[in-house]
């Protein structure tokens, strides 16, 4: 009777051995899925410099580079980019890095505001932003900001929040 009871108890050992062995490698397989790699903790800092800094030298379907038509917004140049789809430079400058936003950041998900403004002054020229961008609350990347020369430079900030 006692090797029979035996070895009941060390069956039952073994089957919580096995299930507490379980139970570890599942909390440290889902361990694994929430840390950052190397790419993911270095890689998104400069997404936001990287971005401005091929979106402003990009040749727009009017000839023109959308830094340039920033400048000419802050100029209030009516004709140069008047199009069938925008009044003047400062709406085609809105609606050319809308579709480009919208056709990357927000693809990948990602919440962003874009302000154009001049250098000294608090408010924008023009904002854009989606679901609502970014604000004080939000969990937020490197900016990037991109400096263009006028009587006072432009600043072209964008900000990528997670």
């Known amino acids: 009777m006692m ?3 035996q070895t009941e108890i060390f069956g039952v050992l073994i089957l919580l051995i096995i299930l507490i062995f379980g139970v570890l490698t599942f909390f440290q397989l889902n361990k694994k899925g929430t ?3 190397y790419n993911d903790k270095y890689a998104d800092p400069v997404l936001a410099q990287s971005y401005l800094n091929v979106i402003m030298k990009t040749k727009t379907e009017i000839g023109l580079r959308v830094q340039d038509i920033i400048i000419e917004c802050f100029e209030d140049s009516v004709y ?3 199009t069938d789809a925008a009044t003047d430079c ?4 809105k609606k050319s890095l809308t579709l480009s936003l919208d056709d ?6 990602k919440k962003y505001t874009l302000t154009v ?16 961008g970014c604000n004080a609350f939000s969990s937020q990347e490197q900016p990037g900001v991109y400096m263009l020369p006028y009587e006072q430079n432009i600043e072209v900030i964008l900000r990528i929040c997670g």
Do not use: G, M
């Open 90 to 93: 400062c709406d085609y400058a």
């Open 3 to 5: 090797k029979k009871a």
């Open 117 to 132: 403004r001049k250098e000294d002054e608090s408010s924008p020229k023009f904002k854009i932003a989606n679901n609502n």
């Open 35 to 37: 840390d950052l790699s």
């Open 80 to 82: 140069v980019c008047k």
């Open 104 to 109: 990357t950041l927000k693809e990948w998900e």
